[in-house]
């Protein structure tokens, strides 16, 4: 594999280092670890700047398949295979080969990746590239594939560095203390986790960091996000961040966890936020509703130019679900979590609702939630799976991503009719078959 201009096609330098292609190739199917990943962005980053493309070398022929660098939607780079009229395909057993790709059931779960360094969402320029910062790393998956919206990975970034996706048996709770607003703790986890990332550089996100819904949108919160505002450095866009507790959406218009003894906030939009959906409906709520404040490239007025509504647990606790069937799974999971912290006391039980990519052997997997139990020197992993879909390709797909997930531990189906209709049964076998498999 060598670089050529695209201009001439004329080779460019010496052919490509083993570790280089090698890099190269682990980037392409989501396995590189964090010194490939950056090796092989060096690779594609160097040839877009200069206007070269990649030779191929998997034909044996003279005329090679070549592939463009390419930025994608989330800021990371990769290869664009060339394959147009008069030029050679890749062959069936090459990593850039579409036939084998959409072959390789890697492909079957979509590839996500945490924020690492600066969170900036709002086309950050120079070094403040997105999910880039000079000696900072963050323990995840490094895959490149395809990503969820940035302003997703963001929150779900601030979740998992505030511990907020997993809980522990109640008697190890030090929060447990029934006058304490579980909400109030969580907010305040989510502002400590928020010093840990910044914007731009020296821009902490705990200073740009909204949680109090009342004052947002008020002439004095303008008034003060101005001022931070013309402080901003050159080179990035000035932006901030808020975090609310919403009920429901309708078509454009966020209606906001009511407070006691105040009215319900209402925040319309201009624009689709992020949400996910089942069937083209979006998930019910309650919802945190997070984005990001910034001034309008036309009108120069502040206003939100980016915004999710990630779907939890409940008000009482910030955990992502995909579906009502994983909240009944989650609520259902504590009792089971209970259970075998008593069966068991001897061991640190946890329960965690996974938000990024867990890479093994065979490739990326995503679990519905984990339940670990440590030990000494034991370690026991419980992978929970929600069984909801009766569809052919449902059932292909889990296979897939099924067989990837018994690298992390055993693996446990709940079944999601009886967590419809009775999540106590669900629940109870769930439990059973967790104290059977410790007892082996």
């Excluded at 101005?226 to 932006?239: D, V």
Aim: one cysteine or more; charged letters at 25%.
């Amino acid at each position: 594999m060598r670089l050529v201009d695209k201009r001439t096609l004329k080779p460019v330098g010496d052919p490509l280092s083993a570790d280089q292609m090698t890099a190269l190739n682990s980037l392409e199917l989501g396995v590189a670890d964090t010194n490939q990943d950056a090796l092989a962005q060096r690779v594609i980053e160097h040839a877009r700047n200069r206007g070269f493309w990649l030779e191929c070398d998997c034909r044996e022929s003279s005329k090679q398949p070549l592939l463009a660098g390419v930025v994608y939607g989330s800021g990371t780079v990769g290869w664009r295979s060339l394959l147009g009229e008069g030029r050679p395909s890749h062959s069936d057993t090459c990593v850039y080969s579409r036939r084998n790709r959409d072959a390789m059931a890697y492909w079957a779960t979509p590839q996500t990746t945490p924020v690492d360094g600066f969170c900036a969402i709002l086309k950050p320029s120079g070094d403040n590239k997105p999910g880039v910062a000079p000696g900072y790393q963050r323990a995840g998956s490094v895959t490149r594939r395809k990503s969820i919206p940035r302003v997703t990975r963001v929150l779900r970034s601030l979740l998992v560095e505030a511990g907020l996706n997993s809980c522990v048996p109640y008697s190890e709770r030090y929060d447990q203390d029934e006058n304490v607003n579980p909400t109030t703790v969580s907010y305040r986890k989510l502002k400590q986790a928020s010093a840990k990332f910044e914007i731009s550089k020296g821009f902490s996100l705990k200073d740009y960091l909204h949680t109090f819904a009342p004052s947002y949108g008020t002439p004095y919160f303008f008034k003060e996000l101005r001022q931070k505002f013309n402080e901003w450095p050159k080179g990035s866009m000035a932006q901030s961040f808020f975090c609310f507790q919403a009920e429901r959406i309708e078509k454009r218009t966020v209606f906001l966890a009511k407070l006691p003894g105040k009215p319900q906030k209402v925040i319309d939009l201009d624009f689709d936020p992020v949400a996910p959906k089942i069937h083209g409906t979006i998930v019910q709520g309650p919802y945190l509703f997070f984005g990001v404040t910034g001034k309008d490239a036309q009108t120069g007025m502040i206003d939100i130019q980016r915004a999710v509504l990630e779907p939890v647990v409940s008000r009482k606790e910030f955990v992502p679900v995909d579906s009502d069937l994983e909240r009944e799974a989650w609520a259902t999971l504590k009792f089971t979590l209970e259970r075998a912290s008593s069966e068991y006391p001897d061991y640190t039980w946890s329960l965690t609702k996974p938000l990024f990519d867990i890479l093994t052997p065979e490739g990326a997997c995503l679990p519905d939630m984990v339940i670990e139990a440590t030990g000494g020197e034991r370690t026991y992993c419980f992978v929970i799976e929600c069984m909801g879909l009766d569809r052919p390709d449902y059932f292909a797909s889990k296979d897939v991503t099924h067989s990837r997930m018994r690298h992390i531990g055993d693996l446990i189906e709940m079944d999601g009719g009886e967590l419809k209709s009775d999540r106590t049964i669900a629940g109870r076998k769930v439990t059973e078959t967790l104290l059977d498999l410790m007892e082996r």
